[in-house]
Structures are given as C-alpha cells and as structure tokens.
C-alpha cells in the first residue's frame, strides 16, 4: 500500500513564524499535492507538484511557498504565519499512470493552530 | 471554473439501512474521471469509488454504488446495509486535467 507520510499531527505556531509541514511518500509518485481542509469549504489545493524541483500553484497559494527537491518528500512552507492559516493541512501523492483517473493517496494530516 | 456541489452537509441512518449523498459537478470537458472518498473520524481520506466519464455503467465497490447521471452532470453515491464504521466525512470530486472537491457531507450511522 503506498504510504505518505506527514511529520506532524499538531502544529501550534505563533504569529510571524516561518512553518515548515513535511510530506513524504514511498510509492515513487510523479505528483503531490498541498491541500488545507476547513469546514464548509472542502478541500482547496494550495501547491502541487508534478515532478522533482517542478511546483505550480493551486487555488490558494498566497502566503504559502513549496519544496521538492527529491521526488518522495514535499514542503509546505508558511513564511510567516498568520492566525488565517489555522487550519488542517492534507499531503496527497497520485501517480501518472492513467493519469485522470489515478486517486490521490492522502496522509494523516496536520492541524495547524496559529496563535 | 470547475465546480463540485454537495448539497447535503450532514446526513444520519440507522445501522442496516441505506443513504445516498448527492453531488453535482461541472465541465466542458468530454473525458473525465469522478470520485467518491471517504474521511473517518482518524482522518486519513481515501479513496471508495471512481468512476471514468465514458462508461454508461455504474462503477460498485461491495456496498458502495453510484448513480452517474452524465446529462446532468449528476453523481451521487449509495451505501448499502450501512455499518458504524462508515460514520465519516465523504467528499465527491472530479477530475478533466484539474483536481476539484466537493464541500464534503458528514454520514453519520446510528445503532
């Protein structure tokens, strides 16, 4: 089964402080994707990526930047937090074969809480 | 813009009996693949079904069926003899080259 992994369940950060959530996936997937989850709104896709050092920006990138520089892992960086980021971060990884109908595979999540 | 509608926040049945979560979707495109995934309470999503545009047959998964309704761009999903252990968030999303999701709906399963 593939398996992504997100370093952290719980994030508590303070205002101003640079955030870094890690992604890591072992099933050799092309892409990934950063998603933040918050109720009534579903899922809104903040960066993926299609490939190593390869990023375009999703839906809502502002205040967000990414990394990839090896093909298993994918930053989610938030340069400097702010209290409209709390929020709960989905890691997801999908493989190109068959590429539309190719599911995503999520990790546990981390629930960011900015104060 | 590529849209996903779930009309239906929450939703409760009784153990045994079967619930159906709609979800209507929007696009131009001709080829396109649909999705139902489901978040338990522990969070990690994944996926129930899927089903690719140009098959006229419901795609089924043991107790999990659609109805996929092209014209109207209709997609809802039934579950079957439900258990407690399909107590979750499901989300619907399409996919024609971009990935979009549904507000989710809550499915709560009572004893």
């Known amino acids: 089964d593939v398996k992504v992994t997100q370093s952290s369940r719980y994030l508590v950060k303070r205002t101003g402080e640079k955030v870094f959530l890690e992604c890591v996936q072992d099933?050799?997937?092309?892409?990934m994707f950063w998603y933040r989850q918050d109720p009534g709104l579903g899922l809104r896709l903040i960066y993926f990526s299609y490939d190593v050092k390869m990023k375009e920006k999703g839906d809502i990138p502002e205040g967000y930047s990414v990394s990839r520089e090896k093909k298993e892992r994918f930053s989610l960086i938030l340069e400097s937090a702010s209290t409209n980021q709390t929020s709960m971060y989905l890691c997801?990884?999908?493989?190109?074969?068959?590429?539309?109908?190719?599911?995503?595979?999520f990790g546990n999540g981390t629930r960011l809480t900015v104060t | 813009a590529q849209t996903v509608t779930q009309s239906q926040p929450e939703m409760s049945v009784q153990e045994a009996e079967t619930v159906t979560l709609s979800c209507t979707y929007d696009t131009s495109e001709s080829n396109y693949y649909l999705f139902w995934y489901k978040q338990p309470p522990s969070r990690q999503m994944i996926l129930v079904i899927r089903q690719e545009a140009y098959k006229q047959q419901n795609a089924t998964e043991n107790r999990f069926s659609v109805n996929f309704q092209k014209a109207a761009k209709s997609f809802s999903l039934k579950i079957s003899d439900s258990q407690l252990g399909d107590t979750a968030m499901y989300f619907c999303?399409?996919?024609?080259?971009?990935?979009?999701f549904g507000a989710g709906t809550t499915v709560t399963v009572r004893a």
């Open positions: 099933m050799d997937h092309e892409n």
């Open positions: 997801a990884s999908r493989s190109t074969t068959g590429l539309l109908g190719s599911p995503l595979h």
């Open positions: 999303a399409s996919n024609d080259y971009k990935l979009s």
